[in-house]
């Protein structure tokens, strides 16, 4: 029964990784009304006809229906059989956060939401995906959150700082796609061939992004240095805070490459899906980090 529970925790995880990816490929694609304002048939349908734009929403659509169903067998099976309570709560939450998505992707569909709100949909389905990625972990040696040595207080505020703020610049970034306002900006690392352009509109929206995804590679890399002076090689903090640094690294680069990539469709399509990958990826590794810090108990 544990190695069912674990391979249902793995399939939640991977699920959750591809809601995320087609739900940025659906923004991308602008395929949101794809099935125009039903839901859940597809133009009166449950099989749309085959137009990219609605093969793309109603594809999303089915993989939901999907992990939600793998979800509600791991959540049955990890209340009956696993006694570990993070566990508990992991896949709780999990399944909270994909239902009120869901709720909030039906809404979108039949009543046509402000861009902030349908930023916030992104936002939910990046903590969807962290708390199946944590019930995930709980199953392997990296699942194991109690610390035989202590962690300072001044890095564990680091920690949580740092992670909620990289909250922020994601929920940005979405409000960037929603409102489509990816142009505002050409060019990279200049924008519009300025180093601060006139901040309004469009371009006012992704210099602040840019602004932003700036502080967040400081802000984890000063993580990583404090991570890496204070704990040694195998230590999972200095694991983890390597990881987030490497993914950042990579965030600040597919960001380039999306707008260097402006000009030929398919290729933006794809840059962007990397871009919200990656970024789903560190914020994965920035919330294991916060989970450590709630196991000690001897800070100082």
């Known amino acids: 029964m544990q190695k069912l529970i674990q391979r249902l925790a793995n399939l939640s995880a991977i699920g959750m990784f591809l809601i995320l990816a087609m739900?940025?490929?659906?923004?991308?694609?602008?395929?949101?009304?794809?099935?125009?304002?039903?839901?859940?048939?597809?133009?009166?349908?449950?099989?749309?006809?085959?137009?990219?734009?609605?093969?793309?929403?109603?594809?999303?659509?089915?993989?939901?229906?999907?992990?939600?169903?793998?979800?509600?067998?791991?959540?049955?099976?990890?209340?009956?059989?696993?006694?570990?309570?993070?566990?508990?709560?992991?896949?709780?939450?999990?399944?909270?956060?994909?239902?009120?998505?869901a709720a909030m992707g039906a809404m979108a569909v039949v009543w046509p939401q402000s861009s902030l709100v349908l930023a916030l949909h992104f936002g939910l389905s990046l903590l969807a995906f962290a708390f199946s990625l944590l019930l995930?972990?709980?199953?392997?040696?990296?699942?194991?959150?109690?610390?035989?040595?202590?962690?300072?207080?001044?890095?564990?505020?680091?920690?949580?700082?740092?992670?909620?703020?990289?909250?922020?610049?994601?929920?940005l970034g979405a409000f960037v796609r929603h409102t489509v306002s990816s142009g505002g900006c050409?060019?990279?690392?200049?924008?519009?061939?300025?180093?601060?352009?006139?901040?309004s509109g469009a371009t006012g929206i992704v210099f602040t992004h840019r602004v932003a995804a700036l502080l967040l590679f400081i802000c984890i890399l000063f993580l990583y240095l404090q991570a890496k002076r204070y704990y040694h090689d195998s230590d999972k903090l200095r694991f983890g805070s390597k990881w987030a640094l490497i993914l950042v690294s990579l965030q600040v680069i597919s960001g380039a490459v999306v707008t260097w990539s402006m000009g030929n469709e398919v290729a933006y399509l794809f840059t962007g899906m990397i871009h919200a990958v990656i970024v789903s990826c560190m914020f994965g590794f920035l919330c294991y980090l916060c989970v450590l810090t709630l196991y000690d108990r001897k800070a100082y």
């Open 136 to 171: 995930a972990i709980v199953f392997t040696p990296w699942g194991q959150f109690q610390r035989d040595t202590a962690i300072r207080s001044s890095f564990k505020a680091l920690v949580w700082i740092t992670t909620i703020y990289s909250y922020v610049v994601v929920y």
């Open 23 to 101: 739900g940025a490929l659906v923004t991308k694609a602008d395929a949101g009304r794809g099935c125009g304002d039903e839901w859940p048939l597809c133009h009166g349908k449950f099989v749309p006809a085959h137009t990219i734009s609605s093969f793309i929403e109603y594809s999303h659509r089915l993989v939901v229906g999907i992990v939600t169903l793998i979800l509600v067998a791991t959540f049955i099976l990890v209340f009956r059989y696993v006694k570990r309570r993070d566990a508990k709560f992991f896949i709780s939450a999990t399944v909270l956060m994909t239902l009120i998505q």
């Open 186 to 199: 050409s060019g990279w690392p200049l924008c519009n061939g300025e180093v601060v352009p006139e901040l």
